[in-house]
């Protein structure tokens, strides 16, 4: 392929948008995850998801002020460059490739496992390395039609979430043989209260809950391509977070009122539990279908938001020139790449993964979005605070509850980082966590050159 010229193609529609940063957020964390987040909290998991759903609005909301204003590809690592100097911003964009990177190792390595179900005889290894090649095929087209593989992949997702929450709320109604309707939704306090595992548990459970919301920053990065950013963004970032905790809390709801909670995750993931509970004879399938489903827009929409993070890393001096280098079709070619062959470490880890892989890999991708999120977070505070009043009344999407929400929001981020230290299996993601940040140090002061650009943040 040869490139054009730096410049991105605007190809994606506010369809793609919302679609785009729903597919992000519902998927492993809502299909697995979620059986692991319930264990720990027991019912006070639903308070846990409408807090987490809370504090990501108001990430989101600080994210679309600066994205209405200034739509780039880099975005919030431009931001974080602009506002809170370089380093920051290479910290910022190399955290969040490190995040898409991890999640897509587990979600590359959960893919082959579902195709096992059909076909067990088949190498796991095959399966990932043939859905790595698909997945970086279709990235490599063009935006648009990024836009609509993941458009049709997320539409399958909530369509069998919607299904299972009107399915499981007329079981509860009407019973049909699968539920004492007497005992109504009683599940969600008979068994140790609400607070069952008591407040730590309740705590401890933000390491997964978090992990969950993940990825929805990625409407941040779409400003790049979208065909009318000031309109679709907002349209955005104010729909999806209610969506997706409407769906992470009702879904969730209707799993433990329909199943004691101390079942959930003892024979396999929740949602086996409740399309079995339909009586659907066919569960098994409609589930496996499903979650290759989620697999499948988890890896695409990580390859997009990774690659062109790099890309707007490139255009300041942060990343490779190379990273920077645009097909005819407009799509940043060598990024996806070079996503690409860093998935392949995901053929390796179907013979390496222990059984608690899950717990670690989510715990290290929170602490990384968590950390990105914080630098959102103060990139927009910093911003803001520089704004003359003029220009802070002249904001096209201006945030909420300013400054008190940012306030609340950094310090909630910087108390989940804290809870990660009191489980052995989360414990790890710090110690990697702050690792990988003294290597990001290290390497910015060796490999970028202290050029005006660099220094400046400049943006195009």
Known sequence: MKSTAAVLTRGLTGRHIRFIALGSAIGTGLFYGSAEAIQKAGPSVLLAYLIGGAIIY??????????????????????????????????????YTFEMIVVCLADVTAFGIYMGFWFPDVPRWIWALS?????GAINLVNVKLFGEVEFWFTLIKVTAIVAMICGGAAILIFGFGLHDTSAGVSNLWNDGGFFA??????????????????????????????EDPARTLPKAINTVPVRIILFYVLTIAVIIMINPWREIGSEGSPFVQIFSSLGLGSAATVLNIVVITAALSAINSDIFGAGRMMFGMSQRGQAPAIFGKVSRSGVPWMTVVIMTVALLFAVLLNY?????????????ATFATIFVWLMILLSQYRSRKQMTAEAAAALKFPVPFWPYGQIIA???????????????????????????????TIAYRVWVPPSPRAESGATR
């Open 58 to 95: 108001i990430v989101l909301r600080a994210l679309g002020e600066m994205a209405v204003s200034d739509p780039v590809s880099g975005s919030f690592g431009e931001y974080a460059s602009k506002h809170l100097g370089p380093l920051a911003g290479f910290m910022t964009g190399w955290t």
């Open 131 to 135: 859905i790595i090649f698909f997945i």
């Open 197 to 226: 595992n008591g407040f730590g548990g309740f705590v401890g459970s933000f390491a997964i809950v978090m992990f969950a919301f993940g990825g929805t920053e990625i409407i941040g990065i779409t400003a790049g391509e979208a």
């Open 352 to 364: 390496l993964i222990p059984e608690r892989i899950f717990v670690v890999i989510a715990s290290i």
């Open 410 to 440: 950094i310090s909630f981020l910087v108390f989940v980082l804290g809870v990660l230290a009191f489980d052995a299996d989360t414990r790890v993601a710090l110690m990697v966590g702050a690792v990988w940040l003294v290597l990001l």
